[in-house]
């Protein structure tokens, strides 16, 4: 079973600085990955994507990501954070393509930005 | 892009009535649809599978008698919070599968209080 693992439950950061969120997958095959993000009390809006090809995702809003096979990682990362940055972020990894949409989300990390 | 409405983003309603709650694919048709709910600083937990024109499938502890849904055509599905408690009180969230079958697109998310 696929399985997401996101091991810091809050960040806080400096505005400018830059960021890193976590994520570990368990999947059997080559997973479909996924981070997310949402604003309080608001859905989710998709930051990238990864199914194939180049390891290195550029998604919105400056951010990328990496797929790293041999560390079963996915991390999320951004240069200089802005306060509206400021958001829980949530990574995911989807099924095969029998099954589309039936994501495994990770716990979740609360990013806070300070001035 | 894709995108997908849900309605109401409120809702308040007395214990032991029931709770409409709409997805609708705006400008692309969805076959499926995805009904999640999230607890109180936790993550996304998918509740069940919305197929247009046939039975929704639920995930494993999901009480279909409880949590119905209706996928009656190509851009809604609805969940219906039947005979509600305090404890069904969460927020809800909708996603479809857009036309490329690449990406899916979240609705914007249900605060249900049941008091």
């Known amino acids: 079973a696929q399985s997401v693992t996101q091991p810091d439950i809050h960040i806080t950061v400096s505005e400018g600085a830059s960021l890193e969120l976590r994520c570990n997958y368990s999947?059997?095959?080559?997973?479909?990955l996924f981070w997310y993000v949402q604003s309080p009390g608001q859905g989710l809006q998709l930051l990238l994507k990864?199914?194939?090809?180049?390891?290195l995702v550029q998604g919105i809003k400056g951010f990328e990501a990496e797929f790293k096979r041999s560390q079963s990682s996915f991390n999320l990362r951004k240069p200089s954070v802005h306060w509206s940055d400021a958001a829980e972020y949530f990574c995911?990894?989807?099924?095969?393509?029998?099954?589309?949409?039936?994501?495994?989300f990770g716990a979740g990390t609360q990013v806070v930005v300070t001035p | 892009g894709a995108v997908v409405s849900q309605h109401p983003s409120r809702v308040i309603c007395k214990s032991g009535t029931s709770v409409k709650i709409e997805c609708r694919s705006l400008?692309?048709?969805?076959?499926?649809m995805f009904w999640y709910r999230q607890f109180p600083k936790k993550s996304l937990m998918l509740m069940a599978t919305?197929?247009?024109?046939?039975?929704?499938?639920?995930e494993q502890g999901v009480e279909k008698d409880k949590f119905l849904i209706n996928h009656a055509s190509l851009t809604l599905s609805t969940l219906t919070v039947t005979s509600a408690h305090p404890e069904d009180s969460s927020f809800y969230i909708c996603?479809?599968?857009?036309?490329?079958?690449?990406?899916?697109?979240f609705g914007s998310g249900t605060r249900l209080t049941v008091v």
């Open positions: 990864y199914f194939s090809g180049d390891t």
């Open positions: 996603s479809a599968r857009d036309l490329g079958g690449y990406g899916y697109t």
């Open positions: 919305s197929n247009e024109g046939s039975k929704a499938t639920y």
């Open positions: 995911a990894v989807g099924a095969s393509a029998d099954s589309w949409g039936k994501f495994q």
């Open positions: 400008d692309f048709q969805a076959t499926t």
């Open positions: 999947y059997g095959a080559t997973p479909y």
